[in-house]
C-alpha cells in the first residue's frame, strides 16, 4: 500500500511552483506601475510646456494675455516665502530638536513635546491655513503678506527640521561630548562648538527638504488669500505676494476659460519641478558630502 | 614673575567671564525651552481656534441638522442649509477610490522592494518611487484634471468634468510610496531566521512572504495603511482642482463631489465676511476634518505599538 499518492503531490507542487513564479511577475509589475505614471505625468507636463518656457515667461509680469504672460511676481514671491521658511524653521526647528535631546529629561514634559510634533506632522496642511489666516491674517492683522504666509508655512514644515534635526543631533557620538566635557566645557558651549558643526549636515538635509515641502504648497497659501492677480512685485515682507503653486492653481481651473492657460500651468510646473529637483540634490549632495563617519 | 596686581586682575577677569559664562548656560535652556514650546503652541491655536469658531457655528447651526441633514447650501438666499453629509460622502468616495489603487499597488511594490528586488534594484527603485511621494500635490491636480479625466471620458462616457474617479485615482497614485515605504520597512524588519525557516520546511518564496513575513509584520502595514487614508483624508489640491465643488450626496462617482477640504478652499477664496454663517462653517467643517485625520493618525500609532511583534 502506498502511502504518498506521488500524481496528487505533483499536481500539488506544479500548482504552488506556478503561483511563486506567477506573482513575481507582478510584484515587479506593481513597482513599476509607479514609475510609469510618473513617466506619463513628466511626459504629460513637459510637452504642454514645450515653447512656451522662455526668457521672457521667466521674468516677465502676469498678463491676461497668454501670450505675454510671465511668473516673474510668483517666481520672486516664492523666494521671498523660502527667505522667511528656511531661517525661522532653522531657528525654531534646531532649537526644539537640542531642547529635546540635550536638555529635557526624558520625562512628561519631553513625551508631551515629542507626541505633539508627531501629531502636527499629520495635520492636514489645509488646517494650518486655517490657523494662519485666523491668527495671523485676521487677528495680528498682517493680511495676505509675506510674513503671514511664511510663518504659516514655517509652522506646516516645523516638524520635518525637528526630526532630521534631532536624529543629526543623537547620530554624534558620545565620546566628542564627553572629550569637550573633560576639557572643561560647558553644556552650551559642547552643544555649540561640538555637536552642532558635527550635526550640521543632517540639519541643512532636514531645512532643505522642509523647504521643498514649502514652496510646492498650495492650500495653505489659498486658504489665507493668496491672490494670483496682477499685484506688485513683494518688496518687503508686509508686501501682498505670489507664489508659484498659487499660479500653477489658477491657471489650471481658467484652463477652461482660456485653452493656452493650461500650456501656462505646465510651463510652470516645469520651473517648479526644477527648483525642487536643486533643491532635492542639494540635499543628497550634503548628506553625502558633508556627514561624516564616527 | 607676575605682580600681586594683575593676578587680581586675572582673578577678576575670570570671575567675570564665569559669571557671564554661568548666565547664557542658565539662559540658553529657557530660549530652547520657548522654541520647544512654540509647536506646542501651535497645537494648543489649532485646537482653541477650531472649537470656538465651530461652538459660534452651531449656535446658528443646530448639530443634529449638520450631522444628519444630506442638503448642503450655504449660499441660498432664500433656505441655506448647512450639513456636512455630502462632504463627508465626497471624502469617503475619493479617500476609497485613493486606497483601492494605493493598498493593493502599494503593498505588493514593498513586497517587490523587500523580498524580491535584489540589493541593487532596491536601491534604484526605492528613491525612484519615493519622487512621487515628493511631486507637489497641485502638479497632481493639473495631472488629474488636464490628463486622466479627459482620458477616462473616452472611456466612461456618462463622466463629468470634474468627478471623483479622476481625483481619487490620482490621489491613490500619490500615496503608494507612503504605504510601500512603511510597509517595506516593517517587512524588512522581520527577522531572517523566520524565513529561513520557512524555506527550510520547503514553503514557495510566495508562501514564505504570504504566511510569514505578512502576518509577522501586520501591525506596521496596517498602519501604513491607516496613515494613507489620513493622507487621503487631508488632501486638498487634487480634489479642489479635479472634483469640482458640486455638494452632491450620491454615491455615483462619475458625478462631481465636493470633500470637505475642497468646501474649506471654496469657501476661504470666496471672501466670506467675518461673523456670518458660511464663515463658521468653514471651522465646524475643519474641526471635523481635525478630528478624522488626528483619530487616523493615532489609530496608527497605536496599531504599530500595541500589535508590534518583538523579536
Not at chain 1, 528656511?86 to 529629561?105: C, F, S
Not at chain 1, 576639557?183 to 523647504?211: D, R
Not at chain 2, 577677569?13 to 506646542?40: G, M, R, W, Y
Not at chain 2, 471635523?288 to 497605536?302: C, D, E, I, P, S
Request: glycine share 8%; aromatic share 8%; charged share 15%.
Amino acid at each position: 500500500m502506498e502511502y504518498i499518492d506521488i500524481d496528487r503531490v505533483k499536481k500539488r507542487m506544479d500548482k504552488r511552483l506556478f503561483i511563486n513564479k506567477m506573482v513575481k511577475g507582478i510584484f515587479f509589475a506593481s513597482a513599476m506601475f509607479g514609475l510609469v505614471v510618473l513617466a506619463i505625468l513628466l511626459y504629460r507636463v513637459i510637452a504642454d510646456s514645450i515653447g512656451w518656457i522662455s526668457m521672457d515667461f521667466l521674468t516677465g509680469l502676469l498678463s491676461t494675455s497668454a501670450e505675454r504672460a510671465g511668473i516673474r511676481g510668483a517666481i520672486i514671491g516664492t523666494l521671498w516665502l523660502m527667505a522667511i521658511v528656511g531661517p525661522v524653521t532653522m531657528i525654531l526647528g534646531v532649537g526644539t530638536a537640542i531642547y529635546l535631546e540635550e536638555y529635557a529629561k526624558k520625562g512628561k514634559i519631553h513625551s508631551i513635546i515629542q507626541t505633539n510634533i508627531a501629531n502636527l506632522a499629520g495635520v492636514p496642511s489645509i488646517v494650518f491655513g486655517i490657523l494662519g489666516l485666523t491668527i495671523f491674517v485676521r487677528l495680528f492683522g498682517l493680511g495676505a503678506s509675506v510674513i503671514a504666509g511664511g510663518l504659516t508655512m514655517s509652522l506646516l514644515v516645523l516638524p520635518i527640521v525637528v526630526v532630521a534635526a534631532q536624529e543629526a543631533i543623537r547620530s554624534v557620538p558620545s565620546h566628542l561630548r564627553e572629550a569637550s566635557y573633560g576639557m572643561g566645557a560647558t553644556k552650551w558651549q559642547t552643544i555649540k562648538n561640538v555637536i552642532l558643526p558635527a550635526s550640521i549636515a543632517g540639519i541643512l538635509t532636514g531645512v532643505i527638504l522642509a523647504l521643498s515641502r514649502a514652496i510646492g504648497e498650495t492650500a495653505p497659501l489659498v486658504v489665507i488669500g493668496i491672490p494670483a492677480l496682477l499685484i506688485p512685485v513683494p518688496t518687503n515682507v508686509t508686501d501682498n505676494f505670489t507664489a508659484l503653486p498659487m499660479q500653477i492653481y489658477y491657471w489650471t481651473l481658467d484652463a477652461v476659460l482660456v485653452a493656452e492657460y493650461a500650456n501656462l500651468a505646465a510651463a510652470t510646473i516645469v520651473v517648479l519641478l526644477i527648483v525642487l529637483f536643486i533643491l532635492n540634490s542639494a540635499a543628497i549632495l550634503i548628506r553625502n558630502k558633508f556627514s561624516k563617519r564616527y | 614673575m607676575l605682580k600681586a596686581g594683575s593676578v587680581k586682575e586675572m582673578i577678576q577677569q575670570k570671575k567675570k567671564a564665569t559669571s557671564s559664562t554661568s548666565v547664557i548656560e542658565k539662559a540658553v535652556p529657557v530660549l530652547l525651552f520657548t522654541a520647544a514650546f512654540i509647536s506646542v503652541l501651535t497645537t494648543i491655536g489649532i485646537v482653541f481656534t477650531l472649537i470656538i469658531e465651530t461652538i459660534l457655528f452651531f449656535r446658528q447651526v443646530s448639530i443634529a441638522e449638520f450631522f444628519s441633514g444630506t442638503v448642503l447650501r450655504p449660499l441660498s438666499r432664500v433656505e441655506p442649509q448647512y450639513s456636512i453629509l455630502p462632504l463627508i460622502m465626497g471624502t469617503m468616495m475619493t479617500t476609497i477610490i485613493a486606497m483601492l489603487v494605493a493598498i493593493p499597488v502599494g503593498l505588493t511594490t514593498a513586497v517587490y522592494l523587500s523580498e524580491y528586488a535584489s540589493t541593487g534594484a532596491r536601491k534604484v527603485l526605492k528613491p525612484m518611487i519615493e519622487v512621487l511621494a515628493g511631486i507637489p500635490t497641485i502638479v497632481y491636480g493639473f495631472f488629474a484634471f488636464t490628463f486622466v479625466t479627459p482620458v477616462l471620458r473616452e472611456v466612461i462616457p456618462g463622466l463629468a468634468s470634474t468627478n471623483a474617479l479622476s481625483p481619487g485615482l490620482v490621489m491613490g497614485i500619490m500615496i503608494i510610496p507612503m504605504v510601500a515605504s512603511l510597509s517595506e520597512d516593517a517587512m524588512s524588519s522581520v527577522p531572517n531566521a523566520m524565513r529561513e525557516g520557512a524555506l527550510a520546511m520547503g514553503c514557495t518564496k510566495f508562501e514564505v512572504t504570504f504566511r510569514v513575513v505578512i502576518p509577522a509584520a501586520i501591525s506596521g502595514i496596517i498602519a501604513s495603511f491607516v496613515l494613507g487614508i489620513s493622507r487621503a483624508i487631508g488632501e486638498t489640491m487634487i480634489v479642489t482642482i479635479a472634483s469640482g465643488s458640486t455638494k452632491n450626496f450620491t454615491f455615483d462617482v462619475t458625478q462631481s463631489m465636493q470633500t470637505m477640504t475642497a468646501y474649506i478652499v471654496e469657501v476661504t477664496s470666496g471672501d466670506a465676511a467675518a461673523g456670518t454663517t458660511i464663515y463658521y462653517s468653514l471651522y465646524a467643517v475643519a474641526m471635523t476634518l481635525f478630528v478624522f485625520t488626528l483619530t487616523m493618525n493615532m489609530l496608527a500609532r497605536y496599531i504599530s505599538r500595541r500589535f508590534r511583534e518583538v523579536y
